[in-house]
């Protein structure tokens, strides 16, 4: 399949163990979180709790605490730990050249009918 990547920031322009978010035609903005090693990761900005802005929780490892009620979400699959449960999606991310690029017909398409 052919994938189609479009440049959304550098990484330096995400603050170090927190996030940025991105806007979207359609659906809930997507949060990139960068963190302390300088990977970079995508998830819809809603927590599977509740809706909480995961982009305005704090990083720590390769999970992120949501703001509202603490749950931790790994941000490589979005999905709670336990004793919690519940996932958010993930987008596709890649790193080239210090800019993010994520997948445009993911952007379009995925989970574009949670609620903003
Ligand atoms: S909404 Fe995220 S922990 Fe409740």
């Known amino acids: 399949?052919?994938?189609e990547w479009t440049v959304i920031c550098r990484v330096e322009d995400i603050?170090?163990?927190g996030a940025r978010r991105v806007a979207r035609e359609q659906g809930a903005e997507v949060a990139i979180f960068r963190t302390s090693d300088d990977r970079v990761f995508a998830l819809l900005d809603r927590c599977p709790h509740k809706g909480g802005p995961l982009s305005q929780g704090i990083v720590s490892?390769?999970?992120?605490?949501c703001p509202l009620h603490n749950w931790t979400i790994a941000l490589d699959?979005?999905?709670?730990?336990?004793?919690?449960a519940g996932c958010?999606?993930?987008f596709a991310?890649?790193?080239e050249?210090?800019?993010v690029l994520l997948d445009a017909q993911e952007l379009?398409?995925?989970a574009v009918d949670a609620v903003a």
Not at 61 to 65: F, S
Not at 77 to 84: Q, T
């Open 108 to 110: 379009r398409t995925q």
């Open 1 to 3: 399949m052919n994938q």
């Open 15 to 17: 603050p170090k163990l």
């Open 93 to 95: 991310v890649r790193v």
């Open 97 to 99: 050249g210090g800019q």
């Open 88 to 90: 958010t999606p993930r």
């Open 77 to 84: 699959d979005g999905c709670a730990r336990a004793p919690d």
């Open 61 to 65: 490892g390769h999970g992120v605490a």
